[in-house]
């Protein structure tokens, strides 16, 4: 029987959540020792993206904000209050390669930020709408009257991608604004301020956000998640182009730039299918094939580039 009322879908194979975990370990550590080869400042962004992201998952859980995890290896915390590891690690490569493709745009630091938080939209996009029906996680539309494959976006509540371009811009946001400000003579002071700054700035931002910038405009102008959410793209996307029109040369990037986010959007295309959900909705099925193709040819671009530098170099 389908664990939850109004989803038609059983619980994932036994080894589902195991390969999603092993595998986000290990882009982990790639990226890892990517940043240990870039120094500490880049060690000391993935550790914090990590911190950050475990903090936002905690707080989001306890906070009773419309969703439970599913049954991980690792888990933190008490059912069904608990969060899992791998999902606090996949903040922390999405956010680290994220970084790596904007920071080899050479864009000026905000529209650098601007560029992370579209990337990572990208993936949950169509991360989200899957892992919802393997029960990795789940929101609860009970009460609502609302379908829960069917509403808003595909399930999936329009809240929870404006929040994560809150999350992944601020973050990126003011980690490169206080690795501008931060002056002290003490290098590794520096390295453990940035990010323990940025990440306390983002968690009020999001909260602030969350618990009443959010239900002040939603009762005072009607502004509801959708709004929010196609608002802030427009302002991402704006502060990108005028970025562009710096006209920097940008520079190649390293290959797990591009290994993470095609992690991301194979594993949940191809559970797409073999999980049998592309029959449910045809225009959940185009979303993610444009979502799929819209990564690659961005990332295979860079790739490219990438290339065709060490061709010309060698």
């Known amino acids: 029987m389908p664990p939850f009322s109004g989803m038609p879908y059983n619980q994932a194979p036994?080894?589902?959540?195991?390969?999603?975990?092993?595998?986000?370990?290990?882009?982990?550590?790639?990226?890892?020792?990517?940043?240990?080869?870039?120094?500490?400042?880049?060690?000391?962004y993935l550790l914090g993206g990590l911190a950050f992201g475990l903090c936002l998952e905690y707080i989001e859980v306890i906070s009773d904000m419309g969703y439970t995890y599913g049954r991980f290896l690792i888990m933190f915390g008490k059912a069904p209050l608990n969060i899992?590891?791998?999902?606090?690690?996949?903040?922390?490569?999405?956010?680290?390669?994220?970084?790596?493709?904007?920071?080899?745009?050479?864009?000026?630091?905000?529209?650098?930020?601007?560029?992370?938080?579209?990337?990572?939209?990208?993936?949950?996009?169509?991360?989200?709408?899957?892992?919802?029906?393997?029960?990795?996680?789940?929101?609860?539309?009970?009460?609502?009257?609302?379908?829960?494959?069917?509403?808003?976006?595909?399930?999936?509540?329009?809240?929870?991608?404006?929040?994560w371009l809150i999350v992944i811009?601020?973050?990126?946001?003011?980690?490169?604004?206080?690795?501008?400000?931060?002056?002290?003579?003490?290098?590794?002071?520096?390295?453990?301020?940035?990010?323990?700054?940025?990440?306390?700035?983002?968690?009020?931002?999001?909260?602030?956000?969350?618990?009443?910038?959010?239900?002040?405009?939603?009762?005072k102008f009607g502004i509801t998640s959708l709004n929010r959410l196609i608002a802030f793209l427009c302002i991402l996307i704006f502060l990108f182009i005028i970025g562009r029109r710096k006209k920097r040369i940008s520079e190649a990037v390293p290959f797990i730039t591009w290994l993470v986010p095609a992690y991301f959007h194979i594993f949940f295309f191809a559970w797409l299918f073999t999980g049998g959900f592309y029959t449910e909705n045809s225009w959940m099925v185009a979303?993610?094939?444009?979502?799929?193709?819209?990564?690659?040819?961005?990332?295979?671009?860079?790739?490219?580039?990438?290339t065709g530098e060490c061709l010309a170099t060698s």
């Open 14 to 44: 036994a080894y589902c959540f195991p390969l999603f975990e092993f595998a986000a370990y290990l882009l982990f550590i790639l990226c890892l020792r990517d940043a240990i080869k870039k120094g500490p400042q880049h060690v000391a």
């Open 287 to 306: 979303a993610a094939c444009i979502n799929l193709v819209l990564g690659f040819v961005i990332h295979s671009a860079a790739l490219k580039k990438n």
């Open 169 to 219: 811009f601020f973050y990126s946001y003011f980690s490169r604004l206080f690795e501008k400000l931060i002056a002290v003579k003490t290098k590794w002071l520096k390295v453990i301020a940035v990010p323990l700054l940025a990440l306390l700035c983002s968690e009020i931002v999001l909260y602030g956000t969350e618990v009443y910038i959010d239900d002040w405009l939603y009762n």
């Open 84 to 163: 899992p590891l791998c999902i606090g690690v996949g903040w922390a490569i999405i956010m680290y390669t994220a970084k790596l493709f904007s920071d080899a745009l050479k864009l000026p630091w905000w529209a650098c930020a601007a560029v992370d938080a579209l990337l990572a939209i990208n993936i949950d996009l169509s991360m989200d709408t899957v892992a919802y029906r393997l029960h990795m996680w789940h929101w609860n539309w009970q009460g609502t009257g609302l379908n829960p494959l069917k509403a808003q976006w595909f399930g999936v509540p329009y809240g929870n991608f404006y929040g």
